[in-house]
T-cell receptor
Framework: ETGVTQTPRHLVMGMTNKKSLKCEQH?????MYWYKQSAKKPLELMFV???????ENNSVPSRFSPECPNSSHLFLHLHTLQPEDSALYLC????????????FGPGTRLTVT | GDSVTQMEGPVTLSEEAFLTINCTYT??????LFWYVQYPGEGLQLLLK?????DKGSNKGFEATYRKETTSFHLEKGSVQVSDSAVYFC??????????????FGKGTKLSVKP
């Protein structure tokens, strides 16, 4: 595997379920990001991690819980989601924070029923 | 705060037509500007960038010039191909404050090129 991978690519879950999204980067980067892409809206930055420490949390509801166990892996744990949380969730990584190019994964298409 | 505004889509063109996708921004200081492209079923890829006024970014026949006087970064291509069909995002990276290093995106413009 090369670049940034995300699993699963598609996920359908009920509002009472608990699920997790996984992101893995094979680039040796130290910073990782979660974005939410909704129809007709700009990409929203959700969380930023640098060297496994969370450095930014953009007012994201607590039903979204990120985890970064090491610099190569990033998870987004989901519980008691709402239908409006249905979106494409994109993971990205960069060499470090600041002015480095971000490399994106293909995303997980989440549908909350 | 910093923001990006890009033209609403979708944009439908015939092959070999000229493409312009408008992008304007609001930012403090001297941001860096980017165009990203998202092909169907894929993540975003960096298409081109410019880091200072009057810089021209170019890649795969696409060009955009950083115009500070008009706070614009319009994307152009002289002759589009069917394979250019994708969603294009304009973005900036601020130079000051808490958002330093974070990308701020426009809503995206979907381009469809017909043979």
């Amino acid at each position: 595997e090369t670049g940034v991978t995300q699993t699963p690519r598609h996920l359908v879950m009920g509002m009472t379920n608990k699920k997790s999204l996984k992101c893995e980067q094979h680039l040796g980067h130290n910073a990782m990001y979660w974005y939410k892409q909704s129809a007709k809206k700009p990409l929203e930055l959700m969380f930023v991690y640098s060297l496994e420490e969370r450095v930014e949390n953009n007012s994201v509801p607590s039903r979204f819980s990120p985890e970064c166990p090491n610099s190569s892996h990033l998870f987004l744990h989901l519980h008691t989601l709402q239908p409006e949380d249905s979106a494409l969730y994109l993971c990205a990584s960069s060499q470090a924070l600041g002015g480095y190019e971000q490399y994106f994964g293909p995303g997980t298409r989440l549908t909350v029923t | 705060g910093d923001s990006v505004t890009q033209m609403e889509g979708p944009v439908t063109l015939s092959e070999e037509a000229f493409l312009t996708i408008n992008c304007t921004y609001t930012a403090t200081g001297y941001p860096s500007l980017f165009w990203y492209v998202q092909y169907p079923g894929e993540g975003l890829q960096l298409l081109l960038k410019a880091t200072k006024a009057d810089d021209k970014g170019s890649n795969k026949g696409f060009e955009a010039t950083y115009r500070k006087e008009t706070t614009s970064f319009h994307l152009e291509k002289g002759s589009v191909q069917v394979s250019d069909s994708a969603v294009y995002f304009c973005a900036l990276r601020g130079s000051y404050g808490g958002s330093q290093g974070n990308l701020i995106f426009g809503k995206g413009t979907k381009l469809s090129v017909k043979p």
